[in-house]
């Protein structure tokens, strides 16, 4: 075998593993995805039916997938945070500002959140698929080599 054909060989079963991990990794990301769903508080349903894939991102050095949601809530001060973050991590007891940015009403109680409790849904779904990811990424380099052992006998 020559410098050329080894090269070709080589670029061959290199070009296979990438298809493989791929592959894998967005198994995995849909796992992840209905895990997080299966899981995810539901008071509408707008929240959990908003979590999803997003498209798998390939370059030199990196092969990802992001999942998740995209859902904000919006304060009466007007600011914007992620829902997912804030039910995942739960909010602390908290003042409601009023229209002037003040956590009262004049002359009356305080407009005041109690907070919530975490409510996990989103680094369990990650946790209960590490196993699982780094067995489809191992067994998409095996298959990679088989198809490379395969090619080696034609």
């Known amino acids: 075998m020559n410098l050329g054909q080894f090269t070709a060989k080589l670029d061959k079963f290199t070009n296979k593993v990438i ?4 592959q894998a990794q967005m198994n995995t990301a849909f796992d992840i995805q209905q895990d997080m769903y299966n899981n ?30 995209d859902y904000k809530v919006q304060a009466k ?34 407009d005041f959140h109690p907070g919530t409790l975490a409510q996990p849904h989103i680094l ?18 095996k298959e990679a080599k088989k198809w490379e052992n395969l090619y080696k006998q034609s």
Do not use: C, W
């Open 19 to 22: 298809e493989n991990v791929k």
């Open 40 to 69: 995810a508080p539901v008071n509408t349903g707008a929240y959990r039916e908003s979590i999803m894939v997003y498209e798998q991102q390939v370059s030199p050095d990196s092969i990802s997938v992001e999942i998740g949601t």
């Open 77 to 110: 001060d007007g600011s914007t945070y992620l829902l997912g973050y804030l039910l995942e991590s739960g909010t602390r007891p908290h003042a409601i500002p009023n229209a002037f940015g003040f956590g009262e009403n004049f002359g009356t109680e305080p």
């Open 124 to 141: 369990p779904a990650l946790n209960k698929n590490v196993r699982n990811y780094k067995d489809r990424i191992r067994n998409a380099i």
